[in-house]
């Protein structure tokens, strides 16, 4: 027999806290089970055909237990979203922490490097690469031609570069050696 939208309305509320306390079992959670009585309410109301069903009472304990499980799929999805989005966080935290200390470590190594310089070299660079004055001023500055301006400051670069590499090449050798000795424990 067909029903009609005032036969919903009737039921449910003849039913609603058979339901709910119907609901509240199998989610474990009054407000929720309250939330999934409305949603399964608004659902059976804006149906386009209304149902076929001789027991009525039936139909809303069928239909409340196919809400149920419709939230806890949800749930499910939700929770593995989350730990989805916490995972991913953790491996962009490990990089960025990673990629700061490998950072600061080539910052230790540029500051070893220009420390290793002679003192009219590194201040050539210094005022050309952090203060970015033109080597035209600098050499004004400093009393020395452009051209001795440009070497001197090709001469840092190469020693910075240089020392970087090795730094690297280090910690390449060091990390291998580190790795084989952990594998040989094994």
């Known amino acids: 027999m067909k029903v009609a939208n005032s036969d919903i309305v009737e039921a449910l509320i003849q039913n609603e ?24 309410a608004e659902k059976l109301l804006r149906q386009k055909q209304p149902p076929t069903t001789d027991s009525m009472r039936a139909y809303l304990y069928r239909a409340a237990s196919s809400e149920a499980a419709s939230y ?8 593995s979203y989350e730990m ?9 935290d490990a990089c960025y922490a990673e990629r700061r200390l490998a950072g600061e470590e080539a910052l230790r190594v540029l500051d070893a490097a220009l420390e290793s310089l002679p003192p009219l070299t590194r201040r050539i660079f210094f005022l050309c690469r952090v203060q ?7 050499a004004e500055s400093l009393g020395l031609s452009v051209s001795t301006v440009e ?24 990390c291998r ?10």
């Open 17 to 40: 806290s058979a339901l709910l306390h119907f609901l509240t079992r199998q989610v474990g959670c009054v407000h929720t089970s309250a939330d999934l009585f409305q949603r399964l």
């Open 72 to 79: 806890f799929r949800g749930e499910r999805r939700r929770v």
């Open 84 to 92: 989805d989005c916490a995972r991913l966080q953790d491996e962009l």
């Open 132 to 138: 970015d004055v033109s080597q035209r001023e600098v």
């Open 151 to 174: 070497k001197k400051l090709a001469i840092a670069l190469k020693h910075c570069r240089e020392f970087l590499a090795r730094a690297e090449n280090n910690r390449r050798a060091h």
């Open 177 to 186: 050696m580190f790795t084989g000795s952990l594998l040989e424990r094994r």
